[in-house]
């Protein structure tokens, strides 16, 4: 007889395995796209998703969580791999974040991810999307340095033809049939653009796609030629600078978007089971060292993937363990078979994950939500545009943050006039907390009351006066009766501080 665990594990398995295969159907394209788009080797797209997938999932504390290269780190590794000139820094870089993400986990530096206001997570993204669709419609139409001609009418047919599958997949009458649930659009865009080219081989050999225009995978005939395809870190470059700081970069933006996005993953498990996050950081710290050590592209919790897991009914991390199996056993024996997607299909992939990062209807609800919400937007779009991600980012926050302040610089207090008491009355009503940051406020605000009038200052609903604000208070109290201002101060504790004029 069978004992609860082994049915248990069986019963994961059945409803898993499914689930494993759907994400790796998805994964798969968006590994070599991902690699593509970072102008990294295409292999190392498929080598950060076995990780993510393998070992990220044992050590991750997440049930539905899918690790992987992600879109939001492309613009980083693009621009560190041009700054390094060399790819295997590059490679020491990912290993130095994945240390530094470890020791964030260690440090409990968990809680990162709620201290980052959603306007600029939101720019953040919608900058990626826009960067995807610049760098990818090239590859779109064909373009390859060298050739007579800046398009190729087969890349343009193969990548619109691949764009109308996968925005038809996602139409809402045919999610109602089951193959929309266990076959992703990406998939089927990527099958029926590698037929067109292979028919066109066949038919008119003039149009098919020339060898620069498609995957190029290194193909492995035993196991000794499979081990020589991976790349290593190069220890001499502990002497570049960049190096480090290309680190912090990959640290800060990898542990922010996995963060994010397994709580997004969190939301999504009809489970409602919530991920440690200083574990999830040791995780992602841990897949990182091992995807640089080997030639894989940094990685990050990834919600494309997470998202198609749970929809497609993962209960437990066997799902996403599975999929990373499933990529193993593709490279090793599909390789030649992968070489043959035209680079148009994956570009059609990217520049639909684009667009869904950076459509019209985000710019036009966050402008809605008003200008506190829409110019930390705006800025950060515009920044990471025009310098780097984290650039963006870090303009992006002190804008919200400027926001935030002026915010509570308007809101700790509340002003009521009486015309009715003879020569007007004011009274000022503290809120629950009045910091320093109202003291500039409060001061002007005060020295602006006209001669011969009533001010009430009420602290009742106040938990916490600043000793600043008392200081301003009270220093208006002493010269009130220069102005002939009768000053009633209800629920206000006394001021043991010195004045300072």
């Given at each position: ?214 995957v190029k995978l290194p193909v492995a005939n035993s196991i000794g030629q499979f081990a020589q395809q991976f790349t290593f870190p190069d220890i001499a470059g502990f002497l570049q600078p960049n190096v480090y700081i290309l680190a912090v970069t990959i640290a800060i933006i990898a542990s922010l978007e996995s963060l994010l996005s397994t709580e997004a993953g969190d939301k999504l498990d009809p489970q ?208 009130a009766t220069e102005k002939n201002i009768t000053l009633e101060l209800v629920n206000v504790p006394a001021f043991k501080g010195g004045f300072g004029h």
């Amino acid at each position: 007889m069978k004992n609860k665990a082994t049915e248990l594990t069986f019963k994961y398995f059945k409803e898993d395995l499914p689930a494993g295969l759907v994400v790796f159907l998805v994964a798969l394209p968006l590994c070599l796209g991902i690699a593509l788009a970072s102008g990294a080797p295409l292999f190392s797209g498929i080598i950060a998703g076995i990780v993510g997938g393998i070992v990220v999932a044992l050590a991750s504390g997440s049930n539905v969580s899918v690790t992987g290269p992600a879109a939001g780190l492309t613009v980083i590794v693009l621009n560190g791999i041009n700054d390094l000139g060399n790819y295997n820094f590059f490679l020491l870089a990912v290993v130095l974040a994945g240390i530094l993400q470890i020791a964030l986990g260690y440090l409990k530096a968990g809680v990162i991810g709620y201290y980052f206001p959603s306007s600029v997570i939101k720019g953040m993204l919608a900058a990626i999307g826009i960067i995807l669709i610049l760098k990818q419609a090239p590859i779109a139409v064909g373009y390859v340095k060298g050739l007579a001609t800046p398009y190729h009418i087969m890349s343009i047919v193969i990548s619109s033809i691949s764009i109308a599958i996968i925005l038809i997949w996602d139409l809402p009458f045919i999610k109602k049939f089951a193959i929309s649930k266990w076959v992703p659009g990406a998939l089927i865009a990527v099958i029926v653009g590698t037929g067109i080219n292979e028919f066109m081989g066949n038919y008119n050999p003039a149009l098919q796609l020339v060898d620069t225009q498609l995957v190029k995978l290194p193909v492995a005939n035993s196991i000794g030629q499979f081990a020589q395809q991976f790349t290593f870190p190069d220890i001499a470059g502990f002497l570049q600078p960049n190096v480090y700081i290309l680190a912090v970069t990959i640290a800060i933006i990898a542990s922010l978007e996995s963060l994010l996005s397994t709580e997004a993953g969190d939301k999504l498990d009809p489970q409602k089971r919530i991920t440690p996050t200083n574990r999830e950081l040791k995780a992602q710290g841990l897949g990182n060292v091992i995807s640089g050590l080997i030639g894989g592209l940094p990685v990050t919790a990834v919600i494309v993937r997470t998202s198609a897991n749970v929809n497609a009914g993962a209960k437990t991390k066997l799902s996403a363990i599975i999929h990373g199996v499933f990529l193993l056993i593709s490279v090793i024996l599909l390789a030649s078979i992968l070489n043959k997607i035209p680079l148009a299909c994956l570009a059609a992939v990217l520049l639909v994950v684009g667009y869904k990062l950076a459509k019209v209807s985000l710019f036009k609800q966050m402008y809605k939500l008003g200008w506190e919400q829409f110019i930390p937007f705006i800025i950060t779009v515009v920044a990471i545009q025009f310098s780097d991600l984290l650039k963006g980012i870090a303009l992006g926050m002190i804008v919200a943050i400027f926001y935030i302040l002026r915010a509570n610089f308007r809101r700790d207090y509340l002003i009521h006039h009486d015309k009715q008491k003879e020569g007007g009355a004011i009274t000022i009503q503290l809120t629950e907390h009045v910091t320093f940051l109202n003291k500039g406020s409060l001061a002007i605000k005060l020295f602006e009351i006209e001669n011969g009038t009533h001010v009430v200052i009420d602290g009742t609903n106040a938990h916490y006066i600043d000793l600043d604000i008392l200081e301003i208070i009270y220093n208006f109290k002493n010269t009130a009766t220069e102005k002939n201002i009768t000053l009633e101060l209800v629920n206000v504790p006394a001021f043991k501080g010195g004045f300072g004029h």
